[in-house]
């Protein structure tokens, strides 16, 4: 089962690298720009470090954006899981964040405060975390409506049964913009 998670999991992160690419090329020369209102539904493959140890995530995110002094703010929820070792994670977070506008057409880059539950289980043993933290993004919109996101997510996980501790997640992702 993990070699089936990594495998999906590289798939996922080679497919929106690809499919990033391919709408980039296609959408020069076109507006591209997020407005209040607007609606992101992605999807999202995850590199996470924990201690030293790396595993990979796959998930599904959708938010909005609503106007802001000097920016847009955005509501967001996202759900991901990873198999690690006999280990089934799956995460349930929501953030809030604030986008900046910036000199270069399409290019949004990001800061978020963010907290959720993470729901852990090995056999019949269950536990539930809570990750806190930011994260810091960047919004690259290829056309009108598709993008590719890149978070760096900085957690801290409280509530662990040892010691509460700190990960890093790199998170990529290819998003679909919906304008109101």
Do not use: C
Not at 23 to 32: D, H, I, M, T, V
Not at 102 to 129: C, D, H, N
């Amino acid at each position: 089962m993990k070699t089936l998670s990594r495998i999906l999991t590289q798939v996922l992160l080679l497919s929106l690298l690809s499919a990033g690419a391919l709408a980039f090329q296609e959408g020069q020369g076109k507006a591209r720009s997020l407005k209040a209102g607007t609606v992101e539904l992605g999807i999202a493959g995850a590199f996470t470090s924990v201690e030293g140890t790396v595993e990979t995530k796959v998930g599904v995110r959708g938010g909005t954006f609503f106007a802001a002094p000097g920016g847009l703010w955005g509501a967001e929820g996202d759900a991901s899981y990873a198999y690690v070792r006999s280990l089934h994670q799956l995460d349930l977070e929501a953030n809030f964040s604030w986008t900046a506008p910036v000199e270069l057409e399409g290019i949004f880059p990001y800061l978020a405060l963010a907290g959720g539950i993470r729901l852990e289980k090995v056999g019949s043993y269950e536990q539930t975390l809570v990750p806190l933290g930011v994260t810091a993004g960047l919004r690259v919109l290829a056309t009108e409506s598709v993008g590719v996101r890149l978070d760096v997510k900085f957690r801290r996980v409280l509530n662990d049964p040892v010691q509460d501790f700190t990960e890093i997640n790199l998170v990529l992702g290819l998003s679909l913009f919906l304008r109101p």
